[in-house]
C-alpha cells in the first residue's frame, strides 16, 4: 500500500485544530514544522504581531517623513519671499521646526548670508562654521559654507584662519580658483606680493591650455597683470 502523497490534505480533528493550525494544514507542512509551530504557538503569535507592527511602523514613519520634507521645501520658499525681519524671522522658524531636512540647513545657510550682508562678520562665520562641521565633502553646500567661512574671517581681518580655509578650497571640486585667488588676494593685502605672485603661479601651471579653463586662466592672468602694475 503505498505512503500519503504530500499533495493530499490530512484529517485533523477539529477539536485538536485551532484557526492558525488549520490554515498550517491547508499548506500541507511537513509534520514536524506543524508539530513545532503548535508547541510554539504563542511565541510564533506573538513574532508575527511584531512584524506586522514593524511593517506598519515603518511605512507611517515613512509617509511621515515624506510629509514633513514637503511641508518644510514649502515653509522654506514661503519664508524666502518675505524681506527684512519678516524674513529673518520666518527663516529661524524652519531652521528650528525642519531641523535635520535640506530646507532646515538650507534656512541656516540663508541666515548665515544675512548675517554678512550685514557685515556682522562674526556671527556670519560662526553660522557658517555650525553648518559646515556635520557636512561631508560630497555635500554640495561643503564647498559653499567653506567660502563663506574663508570670506567673513577675511573680513574680519582674521587672515591666518581665513588663508587656512582658502588652502583647503583648493582640495574641493569646483572652488579651485576661489581657493587659489584667496590665498593670493590675502598675500597682497599683507603686501606680500611676491608670494601672491607664487599662488597665480602655481593655479596657471594647474589649469594648463585647455579651451575649457580659458575664462579661468583669463582670471588669473588679469590679476598678476594688476600686481606687476603696483609693484
Do not use: C
Not at 82 to 109: D, K, M
Not at 165 to 188: C, K, N, P, S, W
Amino acid at each position: 500500500m503505498s505512503g500519503q502523497s504530500a499533495f493530499e490534505k490530512r484529517y485533523i480533528d477539529p477539536k485538536e485544530q485551532s484557526d492558525v493550525e488549520g490554515l498550517l494544514e491547508l499548506f500541507n507542512l511537513p509534520p514536524k514544522v506543524i508539530s513545532f509551530l503548535r508547541e510554539n504557538k504563542r511565541a510564533v503569535q506573538v513574532a508575527i504581531a511584531v512584524v506586522i507592527v514593524a511593517i506598519v511602523s515603518f511605512s507611517l514613519y515613512g509617509s511621515y517623513k515624506e510629509k514633513r520634507i514637503e511641508n518644510a521645501a514649502s515653509s522654506l520658499t514661503l519664508a524666502l519671499k518675505e524681506t527684512g525681519t519678516a524674513q529673518s524671522e520666518a527663516l529661524e522658524r524652519v531652521a528650528n521646526e525642519f531641523a535635520g531636512t535640506a530646507s532646515g540647513v538650507w534656512a541656516n545657510v540663508e541666515l548665515a548670508h544675512i548675517s554678512m550682508k550685514a557685515k556682522d562678520y562674526q556671527l556670519a562665520a560662526e553660522k557658517y562654521a555650525v553648518i559646515h562641521q556635520e557636512l561631508n565633502v560630497s555635500n554640495p553646500l561643503f564647498g559653499l559654507t567653506l567660502v563663506g567661512m574663508a570670506q567673513a574671517k577675511e573680513a574680519q581681518g582674521n587672515y591666518d584662519t581665513a588663508y587656512a580655509d582658502f588652502e583647503r578650497l583648493r582640495d574641493v571640486e569646483g572652488y579651485q580658483l576661489t581657493g587659489y585667488t584667496g590665498m593670493a588676494r590675502i598675500h597682497e593685502t599683507k603686501g606680500e606680493f611676491e608670494k601672491a605672485l607664487g599662488i597665480y603661479g602655481q593655479y596657471l601651471s594647474i589649469l594648463g591650455d585647455t579651451p575649457e579653463v580659458a575664462g579661468q586662466k583669463a582670471v588669473v592672468e588679469e590679476k598678476i597683470a594688476q600686481i606687476k602694475a603696483v609693484q
